[in-house]
């Protein structure tokens, strides 16, 4: 028999109160499913995120809390919890579930998506995205139902498919048209966090951060899953809600991160090249009409069950 599959879940925690709460009671209902349970706060430790944590893992014996101490950028809350889970014992092989405080595991999708064992059917050479199925709240209230009504499935690839890309292929598509993405409900190997922790040029700011994850050497290919493993949250106080257009910025540093992969896979040159053309016609595009880059597109591929 194979050996069993499962990811380590990893929920990075800021200001989460309420939502986190709700997040916590998917994990509860999915944990099984996960080979650990990590919940990272990034807070003083007498925070109420942190007591929430803390009674969530007394609740469920196994589950790991850890706490920066104190608020840290995004970036730096992603190292220390990398940081956290290489010196326990982590391989670079070893999978991720990445889980924003503020959405939900979507156990659905999981139970269709493993075999009779339990286990993920997980490639090694694959960064795994999407689909993501969508609920929107208001600012500042969380969602309040109701909860049993279908959901929109977004998705990061072609409405009519392929779901599964060549990692510079996928990226480029990304480019010339952005579309919705999330680190929500995404699973790559733990190799590819240390990648992004550890090689030039380094990554200071979330946006693109879908991108420079799949981008990491390790992986040759980006693929969804046949159904949301996570429901997303969209507000409009959200950094979401204007991610098009800060992400834009991010496309010169992108460009470092290809440069690197090409040490690893000379034979991603041509794709490489096809990038930088598409990128070259999309802003003289933008320049000689002056209707300015593509927006992002919330592409719609489907509808799920809750």
């Given at each position: 028999?194979?050996?069993?599959?499962?990811?380590?879940?990893?929920?990075?925690?800021?200001?989460?109160?309420?939502?986190?709460?709700?997040?916590?009671?998917?994990?509860?209902?999915?944990?099984?499913?996960?080979?650990?349970?990590?919940?990272?706060?990034?807070?003083?430790?007498?925070?109420?995120?942190?007591?929430?944590?803390?009674?969530?893992?007394?609740q469920h014996p196994g589950v790991e809390?850890?706490?920066?101490?104190?608020?840290?950028?995004?970036?730096?809350?992603?190292?220390?919890?990398?940081?956290?889970?290489?010196?326990?014992?982590?391989?670079?092989?070893?999978?991720?579930?990445?889980?924003?405080?503020?959405?939900?595991?979507?156990?659905?999708?999981?139970?269709?998506?493993v075999d009779i064992h339990g286990s993920?059917?997980?490639?090694?050479?694959?960064?795994?995205?999407?689909?993501?199925?969508?609920?929107?709240?208001?600012?500042?209230?969380?969602?309040?139902?109701?909860?049993?009504?279908?959901?929109?499935?977004?998705?990061?690839?072609?409405?009519?498919?392929?779901?599964?890309?060549?990692?510079?292929?996928?990226?480029?598509?990304?480019?010339?048209?952005?579309?919705?993405?999330?680190?929500?409900?995404?699973?790559?190997?733990?190799?590819?966090?240390?990648?992004?922790?550890?090689?030039?040029?380094?990554?200071?700011?979330?946006?693109?951060?879908?991108?420079?994850?799949?981008?990491?050497?390790?992986?040759?290919?980006?693929?969804?899953?046949?159904?949301?493993?996570?429901?997303?949250?969209?507000?409009?106080?959200?950094?979401?809600?204007?991610?098009?257009?800060?992400?834009?910025?991010?496309?010169?540093?992108?460009?470092?991160?290809?440069?690197?992969?090409?040490?690893?896979?000379?034979?991603?040159?041509?794709?490489?090249?096809?990038?930088?053309?598409?990128?070259?016609?999309?802003?003289?595009?933008?320049?000689?009409?002056?209707?300015?880059?593509?927006?992002?597109?919330?592409?719609?591929?489907?509808?799920?069950?809750?």
């Amino acid at each position: 028999m194979a050996p069993l599959v499962k990811p380590v879940l990893v929920t990075m925690v800021w200001r989460g109160g309420d939502r986190f709460t709700r997040c916590l009671a998917s994990i509860a209902e999915s944990r099984h499913h996960f080979s650990r349970i990590l919940i990272s706060v990034t807070s003083d430790p007498t925070s109420s995120d942190m007591a929430a944590a803390t009674a969530f893992a007394e609740q469920h014996p196994g589950v790991e809390v850890i706490c920066t101490g104190r608020e840290l950028p995004t970036m730096q809350h992603q190292t220390f919890w990398v940081d956290y889970l290489e010196k326990t014992g982590t391989n670079q092989r070893d999978w991720i579930y990445w889980l924003a405080y503020d959405d939900q595991v979507r156990g659905r999708g999981i139970d269709a998506l493993v075999d009779i064992h339990g286990s993920w059917p997980l490639r090694s050479d694959t960064a795994y995205f999407g689909p993501w199925a969508m609920r929107h709240e208001k600012a500042e209230v969380p969602f309040q139902g109701p909860w049993d009504v279908p959901l929109e499935s977004w998705t990061s690839f072609p409405a009519p498919g392929p779901t599964r890309l060549r990692v510079l292929d996928w990226i480029r598509l990304q480019l010339v048209q952005p579309t919705y993405m999330q680190m929500s409900g995404s699973v790559c190997q733990f190799g590819s966090y240390l990648a992004l922790r550890d090689l030039k040029p380094y990554k200071t700011g979330p946006m693109r951060i879908e991108m420079a994850t799949a981008a990491a050497p390790p992986n040759l290919f980006v693929e969804e899953f046949p159904d949301p493993i996570a429901i997303i949250y969209g507000r409009s106080n959200s950094d979401r809600a204007s991610y098009g257009k800060a992400a834009r910025r991010e496309d010169l540093h992108l460009l470092g991160w290809i440069t690197r992969r090409l040490l690893r896979h000379g034979s991603d040159i041509g794709r490489a090249a096809h990038i930088g053309a598409s990128e070259i016609a999309t802003y003289t595009r933008a320049y000689v009409t002056r209707q300015g880059l593509p927006k992002e597109e919330w592409r719609v591929r489907n509808w799920v069950d809750p």
